[in-house]
């Protein structure tokens, strides 16, 4: 039997109010963040680490991925648009120039509608974006508990260097990655295990002393350890991790951590220098919500409820789908909202909502949501989608695909632009 004790029931400050609380500092709570303030709430936004953006920062994922459908169709507007303006405002971008500006079609695009971005320059950008929107970002603060009267969330309990408190909210997004706040809240979710992927970046210092000093961005490369989604892992001997418990997240740190520094010890040499470690587990899919509906993969299909089109970022051309509301809210409690990888999607469809843009897209529709939900008084599962749709439309989001992307007959480029393959030299461990 696991050895327990009982907590003490003790009384706790309350350290903030506002209309919406957001769990989550990754660009799905940014998105939803901003949403929600631009639709005129206060709102605090909790974040355990130190920086925002999640994985997208901390992770090392400085990939925005496609913007576009490969056949020169533009399929994400509103704040997915924006924000990847926003994460390479301060730095480089690699956007090509028939999509900047962001046109509904372009004829023969010479590539995706995408960027990658620096880290460090996102990361001060994304501050910035959140102060100038007002929105209280609170850094180093743990989301412990939801407070539960019934179906009700009252608030969240955190912990931070102040001790244990509480922050109090009519409307809750959970943009934890992990579904926190709702399995917290008693929400059905679905777990998965991930493989261990570990990103990070080197330089060779030789190529920098010898050239120009301001090539240091070409001579800048990825190295991967362990394994990677795209590839057959079936014959891996290495284990894979449920990202959703102590044990779990500990030993996926420690395997992808040795996996790195087991190349070190074979490569180590003047003049190599690997830059930085992911600071945060890479992790893909940990916990998802099993919502009120479930996203399915099945593309060109109309949803009623659709509160923006999707895409697989990864492939091309390819395929539109539409996100229905209900899966960002569970059947019961009313005042929960789910952003990002953690949405109501399963098998491929999960896959398909874990890229930045549809976590950015899943964003703007919780923290619009939770608005319109505050200000008609009523619970989430209650909100008038159609107004939600019209707001959401307003800011570019693009609700219902257009007769020529559900046909399938879309006005095409010479040819699908594909993404390029990550050069597979640095595959450490694809055993
Ligand atoms: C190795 C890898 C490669 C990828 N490659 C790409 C790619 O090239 N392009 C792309 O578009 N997508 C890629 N993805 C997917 C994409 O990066 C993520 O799915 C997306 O960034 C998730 O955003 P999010 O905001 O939903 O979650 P996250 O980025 O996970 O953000 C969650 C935030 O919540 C915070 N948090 C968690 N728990 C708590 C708590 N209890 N209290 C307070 N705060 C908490 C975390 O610190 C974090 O800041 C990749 C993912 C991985 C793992």
Redesign the pocket.
């Known amino acids: 039997m696991v050895k327990s004790i009982i907590e003490e029931k003790r009384e706790i400050p309350v350290a903030g109010e506002a209309d919406v609380i957001v ?7 940014v998105g939803a963040a901003v949403a929600a303030a631009r639709n005129g709430m206060s709102v605090i936004l ?4 130190f920086v ?5 920062t ?2 090392h ?1 400085c ?3 496609p913007l576009d459908d490969g056949l020169g169709h533009k399929i994400h507007g509103g704040l997915a648009e924006e924000l990847l303006y926003v994460c390479c405002r301060y730095s480089y971008n690699t956007i090509p120039d028939c999509w900047k500006g962001g046109p509904s079609f372009v004829e023969n695009p010479e590539g995706r509608y995408q960027t990658t971005f620096n880290i460090p320059a996102c990361i001060m950008a994304l501050d910035e974006f959140l102060e100038a929107e007002h929105v209280k970002v609170i850094f180093d ?3 412990c508990l939801p407070i539960m009267e019934g179906n009700l969330c009252k608030g969240v309990i955190v912990e931070n260097k102040s001790g244990r408190s509480a922050y109090l909210a009519k409307m809750v997004v959970d ?4 579904a ?1 706040v709702l399995f917290r809240a008693g929400a059905e979710c679905e777990t998965q295990k991930n493989i261990v ?1 570990h ?1 990070t970046y080197e330089v060779d210092v030789e190529k920098i002393r010898n050239g120009n000093a301001r090539d240091v961005l070409h001579n800048v490369q990825m190295r991967w350890f362990g394994l990677r989604p795209d590839v057959d892992n079936s014959g891996s001997k290495l284990p894979t991790f449920y990202g959703t418990t102590c044990e779990g997240v500990n030993d996926y740190i420690k395997l992808s951590r040795s996996l790195a520094l087991d190349y070190l010890k074979k490569n180590q040499r003047d003049g190599y220098a690997m830059m930085t470690l992911p600071f ?1 587990p ?3 899919m940990t916990r998802r919500l099993k919502g009120l509906k479930e996203m399915e993969a099945v593309p060109r299909v109309h949803v009623e409820s659709s509160v923006g089109c999707v895409i697989h ?1 990864l492939e091309s051309p390819e395929e539109v789908y539409e996100f229905p509301y209900e899966a960002l809210i569970d059947s019961r409690i009313e005042n929960i909202v789910a ?4 949405v109501s999607a399963g098998g491929r469809a999960w896959e398909i909502m ?4 549809s ?1 950015v897209l899943t ?1 703007q529709a919780a923290g619009t949501a939770a608005a319109m939900a505050i200000k008609a008084g009523c619970s989430l599962q209650k909100v008038d989608i159609a107004a939600l749709q019209e707001n959401l439309a307003a800011t570019g989001v693009m609700i219902h695909m257009t007769e020529e992307l559900r046909n399938n007959k879309r006005k095409s480029g010479k040819k699908a632009l594909n993404i390029p393959p990550i050069n597979t030299d640095s595959l450490s461990y694809a055993h």
């Open positions: 769990v989550g500092g990754g660009l799905a709570g909790i974040e355990k680490s925002l953006g999640g994985l997208a901390l992770g994922v990939v925005y991925l603060t743990n989301f943009a934890s990655g992990d926190d992927s990103w945060m890479q992790f893909r970022c952003a990002g990888r953690i874990r890229f930045i843009p976590c964003g």
